[in-house]
């Protein structure tokens, strides 16, 4: 047998043993790579209230595609990561960021709201924070977030307090990373 056969008969083996668990590093965005940019699907983000939500090969700010949030009732709008209680997460300082860009003309604002999480599910602590208006050109909001003593999830959403239907709100690049992080 081949040596090249056998390191690929080996990692089969291995593999086929116990279960893989493949989790970020924790200098690393905190979303998995679909829900941070969207590039091969929309991640775990799914229409919360008044909207449509798609993958969208648009002028991305980053990548391929971006999250494309259309405004489908008056009186706010929202989207949300629909993997309860969240992505893996450790106390201590975070750097959350996202970009967005909206209809042009509007008074369209987008919100994230990051939930810190204890093992249980239970909300520790919610911190919110918001864009400048919106325009037509990609805008990147950030903010450095504290998760508390007993963090083990996070969990994020954008909303809006404005809209009408038809107004589209897309998303590209939301990160939440230790500080310190690349």
Not at 20 to 47: K, Q, Y
Not at 109 to 130: I, K, N, P
Not at 167 to 173: F, K, N, R, S, T
């Amino acid at each position: 047998m081949r040596r090249g056969r056998w390191s690929l008969m080996w990692l089969a083996a291995l593999t086929a043993c116990e279960p893989a668990v493949i989790d970020h590093s924790p200098t690393s965005n905190l979303l998995d790579a679909e829900s941070a940019a969207f590039e091969t699907g929309l991640g775990a983000w799914s229409a919360w209230y008044s909207v449509t939500v798609s993958r969208a090969s648009t002028d991305a700010r980053e990548g391929e595609a971006v999250l494309r949030v259309e405004v489908t009732e008056p009186y706010g709008w929202g989207v949300h990561l629909d993997n309860w209680p969240g992505f893996a997460a450790s106390p201590g300082v975070h750097r959350a960021s996202f970009w967005a860009r909206g209809t042009s003309g509007r008074s369209l604002v987008a919100e994230m709201r990051v939930s810190w999480r204890d093992a249980g599910g239970r909300e520790l602590r919610a911190e919110a924070f918001s864009s400048p208006m919106l325009s037509g050109q990609w805008v990147r909001t950030a903010r450095e977030l504290t998760a508390p003593a007993g963090t083990e999830r996070v969990s994020v959403e954008v909303t809006g307090a404005d809209g009408s239907p038809g107004d589209v709100v897309e998303l590209d690049a939301l990160v939440v990373q230790a500080s310190g992080a690349p």
